[in-house]
């Protein structure tokens, strides 16, 4: 052992613990048992945000990539056809379809949330994944492609153990 590190040891052991005094352990329960105000949440489901708008709007963007896809084969398929006009489209309904090419699951990162308590006063660690889903068709005939990725989060509750 280090003799800096004998001579602090030696010190401490010079001093003889004591009680803490009534009123300040009275004080820590309090601050304990005493709903939070404005501090921190005092459930779970307060402190995790939820984003119901982000996900229609990710579902509404792909509807939108995927209409756009259409439109464009449709495009692509009239300037291909010079002779095609709107009664031929009727007769032969485009029944393109697009093929998918590759779906892939990205890790982008961890986010530590910190330390909070529950609504039954359980102290939680929270770990946020940020992932990132990309997803990618074509079509086979005109050689269309739609590619969409979409943000993803996962948040994980990890109790802290106290004892």
Known sequence: MNPEDEHFESKLREFTPVEMPQALQSRILEIFDAPETGRQPENVADKVTAFPILRSLAIAAAVLIAATGVFFAVLNNLSTNPGAGP??????????SFVPLRAE???EGVDDEGLFLTGGKIPVHGVRYRFSDSFHWQNPKDGSVIKMTVPS???????????
């Open 153 to 163: 989060e996962r948040l994980y509750l990890i109790p802290v153990r106290t004892d």
């Open 87 to 96: 009664g031929t489209m009727a007769e032969n309904p485009a029944t393109e």
């Open 105 to 107: 699951n990205v890790f």
